[in-house]
T-cell receptor, first 108, second 114 residues
Framework: KNEVEQSPQNLTAQEGEFITINCSYS?????LHWLQQHPGGGIVSLFM???GKKKHGRLIATINIQEKHSSLHITASHPRDSAVYIC??????????FGTGTSLTVIP | KAGVTQTPRYLIKTRGQQVTLSCSPI?????VSWYQQTPGQGLQFLFE???????NKGNFPGRFSGRQFSNSRSEMNVSTLELGDSALYLC?????????????FGQGTRLTVV
């Protein structure tokens, strides 16, 4: 069993829809990162969370430490949001545990 | 400010050879982490360096090694390459630690072993 589980694995949405990607983890963590990876491989860090909620533009990330769960929300989705979204939990030893990723396709 | 730079971007090697990959972090960042990404296993943590010291290591064989220099640049070495080592190798830098500061990723080095 993976230490970090993401759902769904694949997601197709119409432009403008509200999207939620979920991440559950079983390890004790110091922080959780949400990453975005476009075709070609480059990874961009979207959020780093240790508690509560963060918002950047149309993206919102939340984390519930007690429930060991985090969500990434995209409001008013756009085709340029099409990418793989990966959650990564970091333990106190700076070791990353990665989810398998959610492949998002937003159709115009 | 310049981002994380990885060189080379692409590399083709033969089984049994060794390879060295380089990662230059963002100026002022002292933590560099390395990751392997394959279609089958996804992203996996290799190791993390901070101020020239390896702070943590993932579950990879001893053929995978690394080091960090005084200017925070890091190298990763894989000896006796196997076909299964074909992957995208990514590094990320953080100012202090990825558990309390944001991680910035390089574009990766795509290694093909033939």
């Amino acid at each position: 069993k993976n230490e970090v589980e993401q759902s769904p694995q694949n997601l197709t949405a119409q432009e403008g829809e509200f999207i939620t990607i979920n991440c559950s983890y079983s390890v004790g963590i110091s922080a959780l990162h949400w990453l975005q990876q476009h075709p070609g491989g480059g990874i961009v860090s979207l959020f780093m969370l240790s508690s509560g909620k963060k918002k950047h533009g149309r993206l919102i990330a939340t984390i519930n430490i007690q429930e060991k769960h985090s969500s990434l929300h995209i409001t008013a989705s756009h085709p340029r949001d099409s990418a793989v979204y990966i959650c990564a939990a970091v333990n106190t030893g700076n070791q990353f545990y990665f989810g398998t990723g959610t492949s998002l396709t937003v159709i115009p | 400010k310049a981002g994380v730079t990885q060189t080379p971007r692409y590399l083709i090697k033969t089984r049994g050879q060794q390879v060295t990959l380089s990662c230059s972090p963002i100026s002022g960042h002292r933590s560099v982490s390395w990751y392997q990404q394959t279609p089958g296993q996804g992203l996996q943590f290799l190791f993390e360096y901070f101020s020239e010291t390896q702070r943590n290591k993932g579950n990879f064989p001893g053929r995978f090694s690394g080091r960090q220099f005084s200017n925070s640049r890091s190298e990763m070495n894989v000896s006796t390459l196997e076909l299964g080592d074909s992957a995208l190798y990514l590094c990320a830098s953080s100012r202090d630690s990825p558990r309390n500061t944001e991680a910035f990723f390089g574009q990766g080095t795509r290694l093909t072993v033939v």
